[in-house]
């Protein structure tokens, strides 16, 4: 074998390499973003947006807030999280998986929905629940986890708030998350339930369900916060400032969030 043909050889033998694996680590250079379900549609704008204007790429993973939490703590290659409480968020700061301070992006909001063959009436203050309970008229009622999704925990305290969280639960259905839930909600198993009012302000949501957005005085303000995680690349702290631009911020307005001050 004469030079030239090994070393066409060993060249020919590269090429293939880098053609077989290039796919693989061009993908893992997209950072991944853990982000907290009742955001899902907003975010999938933003990053829409974020896109068409650098021509970066990020990827996103929904879920609940605490079981992300868990998976950042367990090695989880995530380098954002966005959370749907600043508690979570900031536990990812105190074990020294991300630098302070926990960044509040938004204030959610919680509503009231069901789908639109349910005919229940429906009010920010949820007057009628009480009623439609007793007269039997709720037999499922939907909203996410509140061991580990804070929108569920805002949905129990408003259900406590207005005296029937006792009465209700036996008839709960718990969704993992909050969009979960939603989708609970919209099922014909369910006379409704308490959801992100984020999620109603998706496209199509109007054709298929009612929503009234809750009276923020009967829960707890629910302070959306993110952080950067220490691995995060380049294009990660492109997107995490994105996220704080105005254009970013007028989408969450979009979608039902209030800003923080």
């Keep these: 074998m004469t030079i030239e043909t090994a070393t066409m050889i060993r060249f020919r033998f590269v090429l293939f390499f880098l053609m077989l694996f290039a796919p693989t680590c061009f993908a893992q250079s997209i950072p991944t973003v853990a982000a907290a379900a009742n955001v899902r549609f907003a975010l999938d704008k933003i990053q829409q947006q974020f896109e068409q204007d650098t021509g970066k790429q990020v990827r996103i993973s929904y879920g609940s807030s605490g ?17 749907a409480n600043i508690d979570y968020a900031q536990k990812i700061v105190d074990a020294k998986l991300a630098p302070p301070p926990a960044k509040i992006y938004a204030i959610g909001r919680l ?27 709720i037999q499922r009622f939907a909203i996410a986890n509140p061991d580990h999704a804070p929108y569920g925990a805002r949905a129990k ?26 989708q609970f909600a919209l099922s014909n198993a369910s006379q409704g339930g308490i959801v992100a009012l984020s999620l109603t302000k998706a496209k ?15 829960h707890p303000k629910l302070t959306q916060a993110m952080v950067l995680l220490n691995n995060a690349s380049d294009t990660a702290k492109a997107f995490y400032a994105y996220l704080q631009s105005p254009k970013a911020q007028q989408t969450l307005l979009d979608f039902g969030f209030d800003l923080p001050k």
């Design 111 to 137: 509503a009231i929905m069901h789908n639109k063959h349910v005919k229940l009436p429906l009010s920010n203050n949820l007057a009628y629940l009480k009623q439609e309970l007793q007269q039997g008229k």
């Design 204 to 218: 199509g949501f109007s054709e298929k369900a009612d929503a009234v957005a809750i009276d923020a005085k009967l």
């Design 157 to 182: 305290d408003v259900l406590q708030a207005i005296g029937v969280w006792q009465q209700i639960q036996p008839k709960l259905l718990y969704g993992e998350n909050v969009a979960q839930a939603a």
């Design 67 to 83: 079981q992300l939490m868990q998976q950042i703590k367990h090695g989880a290659p995530f380098e954002i999280f966005l959370s």
